[in-house]
């Protein structure tokens, strides 16, 4: 009798808080239109599908579910993954690989420990393969922390340790002591939920949607400025949403930087990994441009990126920004120190930029 009240008590706690995470994850996507938001919606409605599928004992509804929940899960941290990730120093994705043959091998033991047939002919297949799902979406996260800090990393820790959760379904169906396997799976599904609100309502995710309420009064198009007045518009546009591409670690709060180095720390970025700063720029300024904003990007160390790039490529590469500045209405404002130059390249940064 305890023990079913107890069952009751976590099933109630778990469907609410997946449905309360689902209202934010809807309310967030409609205001803010990120595609990610709504496929994780997606992926929540049938989280609550599969809680209601499994106390009702429809044990084809708890695979379906579970499958869609895993898969939609996986399809959005892999989007926004490709989409603002360097993929160059984040997660190997070819180890997707290796998931059919551990599957094959896990059923297999599964099945030499005494598992039954009817089981393993029926949900639990689809269960474990989900929750191999939920393995790699762990490790996805975890290679996102330096965009997503702390609140990625504790969501890629505890998807792991779910995907294992759900790894064990045939073990856990079969046990004589249900009451602890489900309390488990309500605490991490609430603590889950937790860090994917906290992960949804942050800073970092939601970077353009604070209010601005200062104005961009410079040109749209490219721009070579001088260290002082580099100063000067960090004070100018300090409670600005810029984008910037550093050496110097003295930058704005609002701002959004990346530091070019060769070592491996958070919000780093090769600096021979020119087509990911133009991806980013680009996406920068085409969100900005759907905010009603005119986007600003700084670049305060083109040297740095001429010692490990060549002149051609800083050119072309430079070239590609003022031209997704002009296509999206934005700034491009290159810091330029310029005894650093000859003069034939400084007459072509100008040419190019101005």
């Avoid at 001429?306 to 003022?322: C, D, H, Q, T, W």
Wanted: proline share 3%.
């Amino acid at each position: 009798m305890y023990g079913n009240k107890v069952l009751q008590i976590a099933y109630l706690w778990s469907v609410t808080v997946a449905a309360g995470t689902l209202g934010v994850l809807v309310y967030t996507y409609l205001r803010h239109r990120i595609k990610v938001l709504r496929i994780w919606a997606i992926s929540w409605m049938f989280f609550i599908l599969m809680q209601l599928s499994f106390y009702g004992g429809n044990k084809e509804g708890v695979a379906v579910c579970y499958s869609f929940f895993s898969g939609a899960l996986l399809y959005g941290v892999l989007l926004y993954f490709r989409e603002h990730t360097d993929v160059r120093n984040s997660l190997k994705l070819e180890i997707i690989g290796i998931v059919p043959p551990l599957f094959t091998i896990y059923l297999l033991v599964l099945k030499h420990l005494g598992i039954s047939e009817e089981l393993l002919s029926n949900e639990a297949p689809y269960v474990v393969l989900s929750g191999v799902f939920f393995l790699f979406s762990g490790l996805v996260f975890l290679a996102m922390k330096r965009e997503w800090r702390r609140n990625a990393f504790y969501l890629g820790i505890l998807l792991m340790v779910f995907g294992l959760f759900v790894i064990t379904y045939p073990l856990r169906i079969s046990s004589e002591t249900p009451l602890v396997w489900i309390s488990i799976g309500s605490v991490l599904s609430v603590v889950i939920a937790f860090f994917m609100i906290t992960l949804v309502t942050s800073k970092e995710f939601l970077f353009f949607e604070k209010q601005v309420g200062v104005k961009v009064t410079l040109e749209p198009g490219g721009h070579l400025i001088t260290s002082d007045e580099y100063q000067a518009l960090k004070e100018e546009l300090k409670e600005f949403p810029v984008l910037a591409f550093v050496r110097s670690l003295n930058i704005p709060e609002s701002w959004k930087a990346y530091f070019l180095s060769t070592e491996e720390r958070k919000n780093s970025i090769y600096p021979t990994n020119l087509a990911y700063m133009a991806q980013l720029a680009s996406e920068y300024f085409k969100e900005a441009e759907r905010k009603g904003l005119r986007g600003v990007v700084v670049i305060d160390c083109p040297e740095y990126l001429l010692m490990y790039n060549g002149f051609e490529s800083i050119a072309k590469f430079l070239a590609s920004l003022k031209d997704f500045a002009m296509s999206y209405g934005g700034v491009l404002l290159i810091v330029v120190d310029e005894s650093a130059w000859n003069a034939h390249q400084l007459a072509i940064l100008k040419r190019v930029l101005e």
